[in-house]
């Protein structure tokens, strides 16, 4: 089984679990999905009412994490999106070991900067031990939409 399949079976067993209902998707590593991965974090984060401010910056986090997997990962991508104790988590997993690094990227580069960004809007950025997960964390403002 992929760590993406098994990251979706754990995250569904969880997520009947949260209080506030999250999700998880599973898709081929194609580039078109990054704007529905975008657009479903989007709504997500509007259902929950979170501020406006910080829906921009964890959505803008969450399509450079995917971009990252579907990029440089390898086989099926996995989404996790909850909403802990007050705390977004974004959870992204590929079959790729070799955990995701923020790197400096030259100013013409077109290129380079998504870790640098997700890890810049985040509280904080994991690595899971076996490297096929990042998750991002994020505290909200309080600042209403």
């Given at each position: 089984?992929?760590?993406?399949?098994?990251a979706?079976?754990?995250?569904?067993?969880?997520?009947?679990?949260?209080?506030?209902?999250?999700?998880?998707?599973?898709?081929?590593?194609?580039?078109?999905?990054?704007?529905?991965?975008?657009?479903?974090?989007?709504?997500?984060?509007?259902?929950?009412?979170?501020?406006?401010?910080d829906?921009?910056?964890?959505?803008?986090?969450?399509?450079?994490?995917?971009?990252?997997?579907?990029?440089?990962?390898?086989?099926a991508?996995?989404?996790?999106?909850?909403?802990?104790?007050?705390?977004?988590?974004?959870?992204?997993?590929?079959?790729?070991?070799?955990?995701?690094?923020?790197?400096?990227?030259?100013?013409?580069?077109?290129?380079?900067?998504?870790?640098?960004?997700?890890?810049?809007?985040?509280?904080?950025?994991?690595?899971?031990?076996?490297?096929?997960?990042?998750?991002?964390?994020?505290?909200?403002?309080?600042?209403?939409?």
């Amino acid at each position: 089984m992929s760590p993406a399949t098994t990251a979706l079976l754990s995250a569904a067993a969880d997520l009947r679990l949260d209080p506030i209902p999250g999700f998880a998707a599973t898709f081929p590593p194609f580039s078109s999905r990054v704007s529905e991965m975008r657009r479903r974090t989007a709504s997500r984060l509007r259902t929950w009412k979170i501020p406006q401010r910080d829906a921009e910056d964890i959505t803008l986090a969450v399509s450079e994490l995917v971009t990252n997997s579907v990029v440089h990962g390898k086989g099926a991508v996995c989404l996790v999106l909850r909403q802990v104790a007050g705390e977004i988590r974004v959870e992204v997993t590929d079959g790729n070991p070799q955990p995701a690094m923020a790197k400096n990227a030259d100013p013409e580069d077109t290129s380079g900067r998504g870790m640098f960004l997700a890890t810049h809007f985040a509280r904080r950025v994991e690595v899971s031990d076996d490297g096929y997960t990042t998750t991002a964390i994020f505290s909200l403002s309080g600042r209403q939409q």
